[in-house]
């Protein structure tokens, strides 16, 4: 293999990646097997590309996964091996996934558990209702609940164990106030971040300067003494600290979780390191060549993941930056970083369009100005960690100067979260045949050559399609399984967007990611809050920073509230309704203030009215019995053909009342797993009306089109001949 061509190294890495990314369908499996066959019978110039890509296929193959437990409600024995641990120090929590004897099982303990992996554990614990449905029940133990039998000591163990050290000397260091996000930056993913910093950091782009990457790898092999691996005007490293050196870089990429930039920074090292050692120098497409075809072969799961290219990307457009000229500090301490950071953001654009569905133009900024800081408290960190690993205490000493330098990066990432293009959304997800037909004019414009100029040409070509027109949302409601809270996503008939509500209890953000994956045009033209609870508003947050608002209506008891402040700060338009205001038009969408005053904000709930091709739904927000007694008496409650119970379907004396008043063919519930149809839908079921709750059917769509059809998973209800 030492005599493959740069040429045969690009065939070889990319008809591996290719593999992987095939080999996850029966179709593409089938025709890389077909591929490979043929190649290797001619054994003609595609002999060594098959021949690499031969391990991919194999190790891609689909392997028996272990279904998620769901477990009842209520007391439960857990008996498992641990597979992964993972801490949080912000909340003195452990999670633990366990290898059960009937799958895989999530466990949170209150505490920490020094569990490891291999370790097998077993507790006696408790079972949530508030799971959401894309997770299992959440399972609850303390931490003196759960009895450790020790696995033998092996590389696993060690490598848990030394994290979990690692971990609690960031936290000591940082204090709690930063001590999740330091633990994310120094060590990778496994505590956890607080959304808001997570949410601005996708705002601005700066994603990749919080993720471990191979920035992590340049600052430890500079402690490490191995910059520039003996170049320049410093002496050449000696066999044996080249070696040590690259055993610990191996060892922290092991320690934090060997994501696919770090696998590939590594390697890049390791090829670096055994060119100097016999003469020899790799050169670029090595470098990432290399990384791609070992990364494919070993963790094939793993390239079709957003990190893996995302990270070859990246470094792709690095290499196209031109090197720091020799001249001026101006040159290269802030034109040359300027230059890798605009290629960088530029090869990942069409990347980050298609998984993220925005652009963050100001990165090509922030991430020169930002990087100092981060290299600092990495410095800092990483050098503090490692210290109090073996014995010598200095987290008192580094605490004062790594929270002036957390809070200066978060104050100065909040600012930059203000500016105007952060994000710059997509128009829409374009269909496969327009990605297809953009890929097809990028491959025909770098088919003569990789100058910079036609990679920016096609670079622009494959970004072209997420910001051309896209047509209608096909005309449909649907309700979303968040558990308890809603969220209701309205596609009119006159082409308008309507979201009503967006929030959950459990999980703010998943409200808005449903939006998200549901929407072909990626903006919402109207977004309704029928009151100000959490289980209503906490994911409009979220929601503002992945998708543009035009315009929200709000009751008039919102004014001042943080929701609102987020809206006006995203520059939403705002429709205020006072009691007894209406706004829009009862043939297509009529939102309703009930005129009542003195009452809680569930009974002072919005009402909204929408026809969705033929069918009539009305929406009631979290009304209680006044207020859907002021909606019956004042014809806010009118006929509907699916109506959404009111408060989750919790109990209300006006139900019945309600059900004569609306005349609905179905009735819908946004509830939490285990709520089954809830308390009012008992009493619809027992009057013939079907009724569908998100927390046991998931997401609900309704259709119209002469009778309203529901459809739910792979069930779909036609309404009933009689009532």
């Not at 060594?48 to 439960?76: D, K, N, Y």
Request: proline share 7%; aromatic share 4%; with cysteine.
């Amino acid at each position: 293999m030492h005599n493959i061509t740069d040429k045969g190294l690009l065939c070889a890495a990319f008809a591996a990646v290719a593999t992987a990314w095939l080999t996850h369908h029966s179709l593409g499996a089938a025709a890389a097997f077909a591929a490979i066959a043929t190649a290797l019978a001619a054994r003609g110039p595609a002999f060594w590309p098959c021949l690499a890509a031969l391990p991919t296929l194999l190790a891609s193959m689909p392997q028996p996964e272990l279904q998620a437990l769901s477990p009842a409600p209520g007391a439960v024995a857990i008996d498992g091996t641990v597979m992964a641990r993972r801490s949080d120090p912000t909340t003195d929590s452990t999670t633990l996934e366990l290898r059960t004897r009937g799958g895989l099982q999530r466990l949170f303990c209150t505490g920490q558990v020094d569990a490891m992996p291999g370790d097998r554990v077993r507790a006696v614990a408790r079972c949530s209702m508030s799971a959401i449905l894309d997770e299992p029940n959440p399972v609850h133990a303390a931490a003196g609940a759960c009895r450790i039998d020790a696995a033998t000591r092996g590389l696993p163990f060690a490598v848990a164990n030394l994290r979990h050290r690692l971990e609690q000397e960031v936290a000591a260091i940082a204090g709690p106030e930063h001590a999740g996000f330091l633990c994310v930056l120094t060590l990778g993913r496994g505590a956890r971040v607080d959304e808001d910093i997570e949410a601005m950091h996708r705002g601005t782009g700066l994603s990749h300067l919080l993720a471990v990457s191979g920035a992590h790898a340049a600052m430890l092999a500079w402690l490490l003494g191995l910059q520039p691996f003996g170049g320049g005007r410093r002496r050449p490293v000696s066999r044996v600290h080249l070696w040590l050196a690259m055993g610990a870089l191996f060892v922290y990429g092991a320690v934090t979780g060997m994501e696919p930039p770090m696998f590939r920074a590594l390697c890049g090292y390791l090829l670096v390191a055994i060119g100097l050692r016999h003469g020899r120098h790799a050169n670029a497409a090595q470098a990432l060549l290399w990384p791609a075809l070992a990364s494919a072969v070993l963790a094939p799961s793993g390239v079709r993941t957003e990190s893996f290219c995302l990270s070859y990307a990246a470094v792709f457009g690095l290499s196209l930056a031109a090197p720091a000229r020799a001249g001026s500090r101006l040159e290269r301490f802030v034109a040359a970083p300027m230059r890798a950071s605009f290629w960088a953001t530029a090869t990942t654009a069409p990347l980050t369009l298609a998984f993220f569905g925005q652009l963050a133009p100001w990165t090509i900024v922030l991430t020169p100005l930002l990087s100092p800081i981060i290299a600092a408290l990495l410095l800092l960190c990483l050098s503090g960690a490692a210290l109090g690993a073996i014995g010598v205490p200095c987290a008192a000493a580094l605490h004062a100067p790594v929270s002036a330098m957390a809070d200066l990066y978060l104050t100065s990432l909040g600012v930059a979260d203000q500016l105007p293009g952060t994000p710059v959304h997509a128009f829409g997800t374009p269909s496969p045949m327009l990605l297809l037909a953009a890929a097809a004019g990028a491959v025909c414009i770098l088919a003569n050559g990789m100058e910079r100029r036609r990679v920016l040409a096609s670079v622009c070509v494959l970004c072209v399609p997420h910001f051309l027109p896209q047509p209608h949302e096909p005309v449909r409601a649907e309700l979303f399984a968040i558990g308890h809270g809603q969220a209701c996503l309205l596609a009119l008939d006159d082409g308008r967007t309507v979201l009503v509500d967006c929030g959950s209890q459990q999980r703010p953000s998943l409200p808005s990611r449903k939006v998200e994956d549901a929407l072909r045009r990626r903006r919402i033209d109207l977004l309704v809050l029928t009151h100000s609870d959490h289980d209503h508003t906490g994911g409009v947050s979220r929601l503002l920073r992945s998708i543009p608002v035009r315009q929200a209506a709000l009751p008039e008891s919102m004014r001042g509230s943080p929701t609102h402040t987020e809206l006006m700060r995203e520059g939403v338009a705002l429709r205020w309704l006072a009691p007894g205001d209406s706004y829009g038009d009862a043939s297509t969408l009529l939102v309703q203030a009930p005129a009542l005053v003195g009452v809680g904000d569930n009974d002072a709930s919005l009402w909204v009215r929408a026809t969705i091709d033929g069918a009539r739904l009305l929406l009631t927000g979290d009304a209680e019995e006044a207020g859907v007694a002021y909606a019956l008496q004042h014809g806010l409650a009118c006929k509907a053909d699916v109506l959404v119970l009111p408060h989750h379907g919790r109990p209300n004396a006006a139900t019945l009342r309600l059900l004569q008043a609306v005349e609905p063919s179905f009735c819908l519930v946004s509830n939490e797993r285990g709520d089954g149809s809830s308390e009012q839908g008992a009493i619809a079921m027992a009057f013939g009306i079907p009724v569908f709750a998100t927390g046991s059917a998931g997401d609900l769509r309704v259709e119209g089109g002469g009778a309203p059809r529901i459809r739910a998973a792979a069930l779909v209800a036609d309404p009933p001949r009689t009532q």
